[in-house]
């Protein structure tokens, strides 16, 4: 079984997909957009949403992610009740993906050592998803 989260960018998923691959070496795995979609008259496809992204599955390290433009109607709301967790391999690499995720967003924890972790830090990015990135706790002498 695997959990994959289904992030939704309410019109700026292709911003949010080169934002990644861009930032955090992300891969695009698949893309679809609503005009590829078949015709459906109980789904119509809304006027001026046919270039958005109806689906796409990106690579970020390991892990991968669900993203859409949704259905670009409603306001955005915020992320609220999760945050993407972005584990990286030492300080300097969690450091530098913690920066590249705060460029556009905010930083509601900055980037320190912890009691649990030499490097941890929490950030909404330009998207308002919000990560936290943090390296490997080490493990303690027995």
């Known amino acids: 079984m695997q959990v994959q989260p289904y992030v939704f960018f309410n019109g700026r998923c292709e911003e949010a997909l080169t934002f990644y691959r861009e930032k955090l070496g992300a891969e695009v795995l698949f893309q679809m957009r609503f005009k590829d979609a078949p015709p459906s008259n109980e789904h119509p496809v809304a006027p001026g949403t046919e270039d958005k992204i109806m689906h796409a599955t990106l690579r970020i390290g390991t892990t991968e992610l669900m993203a859409s433009d949704g259905d670009c109607k409603a306001q955005a709301t ?19 993906l913690f920066n590249a995720l705060a460029d556009g967003g905010k930083i509601t924890l900055p980037w320190q050592a912890t009691f649990w972790s030499k490097g941890f830090g929490m950030v909404a990015d330009r ?6 990135v943090t390296i490997p706790h080490e493990a303690s002498p027995q």
């Open 127 to 132: 998207f308002g998803v919000q990560w936290m």
């Open 78 to 96: 915020p992320y609220a009740g999760f945050s993407l967790s972005l584990t990286a391999d030492d300080a300097a690499a969690g450091e530098k």
